[in-house]
């Protein structure tokens, strides 16, 4: 759980939440910041409920932190200032601030939105040994009274939506932080065993949001399932516009996780067209065969309607998906699935792998691996994403497992290059030199670009 680290002394911590009074008391002295509030229909009692604040500029912050004698190296730690070539600077500038709490009501860090057209619209605390976006999810601590009794909760897109559906009664609702559902955020979504509705805009991102959270709590056994907003609507326009009484109704009535998975597969492809036809069967077969005996059943004439096509061309198989599900794993299984697994999880991890780690460096999942580089989305992959017996990794952990896999690659290499006797002795040279820098570099343990 995302609790404090015991490095943190406890008086230190109390400086975000110095921070996050100064930005209320900012707000209330903002007229463009108040008026774009109003703009969206959120009312004082909410402003005040999720204590919601304005950052100004960079120096604004940086005095207040001098003059209330806040620790800087703790403002650079909890992700509130950094340093530049100019000196230091606050991450929140002319935005207005969502402060983020964990489950136990400890404030770990902000969401900001900009008011004055910078580009990005919505940016975030940096991750710090306080703040993990992968497993926070926005407003849970005061949705989770209502979640725990309701047995329901409501995932969404922004701060906003939140914000608004908090206003119009549904207070079990809660958003992921600028990122995809993820195993991370599981644990917090079991919580009180609640059912899931994952609320996301009708625009191609929030479709693919959908999907993926459908995959991932499908293969979590949740039950719940999608609602998608058309029209550009998103939740909070929805509550401005006073539809609670549609919203209401689409929350009843969610499309289950299940048939949004197949639906989604199927809608991507031309099933006028043979070929595709038989590429949406397939890839809904490598989903079908990642879930229990009855669903499959259940869901392979779904799938033989919806393709038109006879139901025996649709696969059951009860068996585990691939090796992935398979609980004697050997180390070098561990060591790589894991390696896949960070990469589906975390869009950082994923861009660290695929600039660090080659196929010929794997000895066991090679094929995973060429999947993950094509299209990270493949069903096939699922079983890697939410097999427990592979290890969850840090930055720094999955730096280190890569660079372990990398040693040896480039030995051999450095081993075949010498032996090479076809090559040009100049070329020869120069390969000789950037592997002998490769490898100095794999040895001080970092990490090297192919």
């Given amino acids: 759980s995302l609790e404090y680290d015991n490095n943190f002394k406890k008086q230190d911590t109390s400086l975000i939440d110095k921070v996050n009074q100064y930005y209320q008391k900012l707000l209330v002295h903002n007229d463009t910041a108040l008026k774009y509030l109003k703009s969206r229909g959120i009312s004082d009692f909410s402003i005040e409920k999720f204590e919601i604040g304005y950052a100004s500029s960079s120096n604004d912050t940086i005095e207040f932190l001098k003059k209330s004698f806040l620790n800087l190296a703790d403002a650079k730690e909890f992700g509130i200032i950094d340093s530049g070539q100019n000196g230091l600077y606050a991450r929140f500038i002319e935005r207005i601030t969502f402060p983020i709490y964990t489950i136990t009501g400890n404030i770990v860090g902000f969401g900001g939105r900009t008011i004055t057209g910078h580009n990005a619209k919505y940016v975030n605390s940096p991750q710090t040994k306080l703040f993990n976006k992968s497993r926070l999810l926005y407003g849970y601590n005061l949705a989770k009274e209502t979640i725990y009794k309701q ?187 894991s390696i896949i697994r960070a990469a589906l999880d975390n869009e950082e991890f994923y861009e660290i792998v695929v600039n660090n780690l080659q196929t010929n460096m794997l000895q066991t999942h090679i094929n995973e691996f060429n999947i993950l580089l094509n299209d990270k989305n493949d069903p096939s992959l699922m079983g890697i994403s939410i097999n427990e017996h592979l290890k969850e990794h840090t930055k720094e952990s999955l730096e280190n497992q890569i660079v372990a896999l990398s040693k040896p690659y480039y030995e051999r290499e450095l081993q075949k290059i010498k032996l090479d006797n076809e090559i040009n002795f100049k070329k020869k040279i120069k390969i000789i030199r950037e592997l002998q820098d490769k490898l100095q570099k794999l040895k001080l343990n970092k990490l090297v670009d192919f």
């Avoid at 949740?222 to 689409?250: H, Q, R, S, T, Y």
């Avoid at 397939?282 to 990642?290: A, M």
């Fill in 151 to 337: 047995k329901s909760l409501i995932v969404t897109e922004g701060y906003l939506d939140v914000v608004m559906l908090h206003q119009a009664g549904f207070t079990n609702s809660v958003a992921t932080l600028g990122t995809a559902l993820t195993t991370e955020h599981l644990p917090l979504l079991k919580r009180g065993e609640p059912k899931i509705i994952v609320a996301y805009d009708g625009d191609k991102a929030g479709l693919n949001a959908a999907y993926k959270a459908s995959l991932l709590l499908s293969h979590g056994d949740f039950k719940g399932g999608v609602v998608i907003f058309g029209d550009g609507m998103d939740p909070a326009d929805m509550v401005n516009d006073n539809k609670i009484d549609l919203l209401n109704e689409m929350f009843l009535n969610p499309t289950p996780f299940i048939p949004y998975v197949l639906d989604f597969i199927i809608k991507s492809k031309d099933i006028s067209n043979p070929q595709e036809k038989q590429e949406a069967l397939k890839e809904t077969n490598d989903y079908l065969k990642t879930l229990n005996p009855i669903l499959q059943e259940e869901y392979a004439s779904l799938i033989a309607r919806k393709l038109n096509i006879n139901e025996g061309l649709v696969q059951i198989q009860h068996k585990p998906n691939q090796r992935t599900q398979n609980v004697n794993l050997t180390q070098a299984d561990i060591a790589e699935l």
